[in-house]
């Protein structure tokens, strides 16, 4: 599973201007970039996307339900061991990363898909453990389980913000198995992308998630959306027929 | 809890997981070393070399 992550995807790698972080590649045919670290200045906000695997056969081929204690946060729950140590690899860049550019913001948007959805908890609580008035907020898709109740405990007593994306027909987010004690943090969504045999189909963001998503805006307009919270409080007290 | 908000998702969220994948360029709307850096990760991390090492061969070569 951690080789997966690691292999070269389809598009080349684009040579970074750090050679300070170019010299810790072992292997020159590693695929190092794990997603994005971006400023979104207008709305104050900065944003985590990480990627996935693009090669699911490969990665659901070699799992496996290891668990480990959450080494960023000692005491704060069991994760997936292959899962974290994906994270401690890409955690020193993001720390770093974190330190240079982050003063001044107080919120933080963390995304990412499959293998990278799974990373977006375990860096999360990581980065709220460096600055505590951060507010978080989580989008994940197609996110495996990632923790053991007591993880998921503390990250759902700490995260306020945090939103699965499903697509009713992927495999990825039932695993590992919850007979295997994992649990989901946060609140899930399921979306529809419409029924396929194809496994990749069902997980791939491109034709089970961008579908699945604008049919589910569809579905749910924008007001009924945006005002749920208060239309279930008015509907609580009679206002709302 | 902020209410879910599928617009916000769909246009703003999704877009951001996409380009993830893409280390050719930076996310739309963003600029390479001024507003999008890239997250990299470090293989030499001796967890990781620990866990790669404890592979099997096969998978340590499967592509």
């Known amino acids: ?49 990480f990627r996935g695997t693009e090669f699911i056969h490969d990665w659901l081929d070699d799992f496996d339900f290891v668990p480990a204690p959450y080494a960023p946060v000692p005491g704060r729950g069991t994760v ?25 913001y107080s919120e933080i948007l963390i995304t990412g898909h499959s293998l990278g959805g799974a990373l977006c908890p375990l860096a999360t609580l990581d980065l709220l453990n460096v600055n505590q008035n951060l507010s978080p907020v989580v989008y994940t898709w197609a996110e495996p389980r990632v923790g053991h109740d007591d993880f998921v405990t503390f990250f759902n ?14 495999v990825v987010p039932h695993l590992p198995p919850d007979i295997a004690q994992y649990e989901h943090e946060g609140s899930q969504v399921t979306i529809d992308s419409g029924f396929s045999l194809d496994v990749v189909h069902n997980h791939v963001l491109g034709t089970g998630y961008v579908p699945g998503m604008a049919m589910w805006n569809k579905d749910h307009p924008l007001e009924v959306t945006r005002h749920f919270g208060t239309m279930a409080v008015a509907a609580l007290v009679g206002q709302v027929r | 809890m902020i209410p879910f908000d599928g617009q916000f998702a769909e246009n703003i969220v999704l877009p951001l997981a996409q380009a993830a994948y893409d280390s050719t360029q930076a996310p739309q ?15 030499a991390h001796p967890a990781v070399q620990a866990h790669l090492a404890r592979l099997a061969p096969l998978q340590r070569t499967k592509r």
């Open chain 1, 1 to 49: 599973m951690l080789q997966s992550m690691f292999d070269q995807p389809k598009q080349p790698q684009r040579a970074t201007s750090d050679a300070a972080v170019r010299t810790l590649a072992a292997d020159p045919n590693a695929n190092l970039n794990f997603g994005w670290f971006c400023l979104d200045k207008p709305n104050q906000r900065l944003i985590v996307a």
């Open chain 2, 29 to 43: 709307g963003y600029t390479l070393n001024q507003t999008a850096f890239e997250i990299l990760a470090n293989p």
């Open chain 1, 157 to 170: 007593t700490h995260v306020n913000v945090c939103y699965r994306i499903v697509n009713v027909w992927d």
């Open chain 1, 80 to 104: 997936h061991e292959g899962f974290q140590l994906v994270y401690l690899a890409v955690r020193d860049n993001l720390i770093a990363l974190w330190n240079k550019y982050s003063g001044g």
